[in-house]
Each structure stands twice: as C-alpha cells, then as structure tokens.
C-alpha cells in the first residue's frame, strides 16, 4: 500500500454565509488542494446552495468540479501493460445534494445526542491526454496505424460519490458517555485511478496511523470510545477504531484490508479553545503491534 509522503501538502478551506436576505437560505464554497509528493496534484471546488435550518442542520444542492494533474508520469509501465496507467489526468463534474441532522446537549463537549449526514453526488468523468503518456505509441494489429493508449480507451464515464456518517453518545452515569461513529465513503465507477481514490487516516478519521496514509475506493470505519468529562469543556477516554478497505488499484477483492487502531484521548479546554490530543497504535495489512510506530495526534478547535 502506497503512503502518504512527508513533502505531500494539503489544504482545505470553507466558507459559510447563512440566512441570505434575511431569509433560510444561504450559500457556502469549499477548496481542497491535494499534493501527494512528486506524482500529482488534485484540485477540487465546490460551491452550495443551503436551506438552513434549527441550529447546524442544512440541506443543500451544490456544483463540484475535482481535476487532476501528474507531475510525474511513469511511462516506463505504460510500454509493458499497454494501457492507462493507474495514475491519470482526470477532470469531473459532480451535481449532488446533502443532509445534515445535529442533536446534542452541549456542541463543544457532548454527554447525549447525534449528528447524521448523508452527501451524494453523481457527474461525468473525463480522462485528460497527458502529453508524455500520449507520446508513447503502439502499432495497431488491424490498420498497422501507430496510436496512443488513449485512442482505445473509453474516455468519459459516469462516477458516483456516496458519504455516509453518523455519531451517537449515549450518557453513562453523571460524568461519562459512549461514543460510536460509522461512516461509510464509497466511488462508483468503471475505472478508478489511484489519483482520485479516497484518501484517509488520522485524528479525524482513523487514529493510529499517518494524515492521510490509508487510500480506499471504499471503506467502512467504526469507533467506539468511552469519554469521562473533567471539566465543562474537557474530557479524556479511551478508544478503538477500524475500518474495513476496498481498494481497486491493489486488488479485486471485496475487503483488501482491515486496519485498527487504538489507544487514549483527551481533548483540554485552552482558553477559548480545545486542545485535542491522542495517542494511538494502529495495524494494518496484517502487520504486528509496534510501539516505535505509535502516533500522537493533535489539534486545536477554537470557537468564537
């Protein structure tokens, strides 16, 4: 399984502006850059039209376009499968709707409640002409004609885009509570490159391993962990996190791996801000326990 290099970069920024005209509706814009070392780099935009309702809660209809650039093209594997690598430009567009549902007691530090969300979008994928994979040229058996890999290649499919999440606390006696988490992130298509699988792994996601480490054309994740509450904004716990992974590009089996992790959390009020720390040992591919091999995450969430 390939890794989430140390000179990868990414970034992420949003922004929301609710009740428009003084009115339940709203708009929002993301941007997402995705660097993922020498080899390419994803570009994806978006912007929303939300109906806003009580609290957090929203639907909404939104436009996103997610492109892909290589900055290294492995030519070399080209000329011995004849075929597109599994690393290609690609260019989509994705027409979906969301739903967001949030219940909890208190927001920063939650003893009871839920979130649900459910986002779907479907689009066109197009498979962009690199310039050095079109260099490379083949003899066509019926017309001895030299082409590219391209020139037999179907290059615009339909892709669906399924997210799937939902958390729940259930209160334990005055000071504790039980958290579980599912989520389930899944791509549909006909072909799938490497350079647009899901990219997952980490605090916010699967603790236990590296940012972004785990790549997936699905997975199903599921936490469970048990929070005692030390202040009104603080609290420490215990926890365990797995997932179970298709990935396409490696194999054609229905589950390619199961990682895990586990380990002990804390998230610390720090003036008008919480501290969120955990550390983790995590597994994967069958691999043993390494104790030289746990993480420690954290982040700071601040709220104004």
Request: net charge positive.
């Amino acid at each position: 399984m390939e890794i989430y290099l140390q000179n990868s970069q990414k970034l992420d920024v949003g922004f929301t502006y609710p009740y428009l005209f003084n009115t339940k509706l709203g708009v929002s814009s993301e941007f997402n850059l995705n660097k993922f070392d020498t080899i390419f780099v994803n570009l994806m935009g978006k912007i929303s039209l939300r109906y806003q309702q009580q609290g957090n809660n929203y639907f909404q209809i939104y436009y996103q376009n997610i492109s892909s650039n290589l900055l290294n093209a492995d030519t070399s594997r080209i000329r011995s499968t004849r075929s597109i690598p599994t690393n290609n430009p690609y260019s989509i567009d994705n027409y979906g709707i969301a739903v967001f549902q949030q219940d909890f007691d208190y927001l920063p530090n939650p003893r009871k409640g839920y979130n649900v969300l459910a986002d779907i979008a479907i689009g066109q994928k197009q498979i962009v002409r690199n310039a050095d994979i079109r260099k490379v040229k083949f003899i066509n058996a019926d017309n001895r004609q030299f082409i590219s890999v391209y020139d037999t290649a179907k290059l615009r499919s339909t892709r669906l885009d399924i997210k799937l999440s939902a958390s729940y606390f259930i209160p334990v006696k005055e000071r504790g509570t039980f958290l579980q988490r599912l989520s389930f992130n899944g791509l549909f298509a006909s072909q799938l490159f490497f350079n647009e699988l899901y990219n997952f792994g980490g605090y916010s996601s699967l603790r236990g391993f590296d940012e972004n480490e785990l790549f997936a054309s699905k997975a199903l994740t599921y936490t469970v962990e048990y929070r005692y509450l030390i202040g009104e904004n603080s609290n420490v716990g215990l926890f365990i996190n797995t997932a179970f992974v298709e990935n396409k590009i490696e194999s054609n089996n229905l589950i390619y791996d199961v990682p895990y992790g586990f380990g002990a959390s804390a998230n610390i009020q720090v003036g008008k801000g919480i501290l969120n720390l955990a550390y983790a040992l995590g597994s994967q591919q069958g691999n043993p326990l390494q104790l030289s091999a746990a993480k420690f995450h954290f982040g700071v969430i601040n709220y104004f």
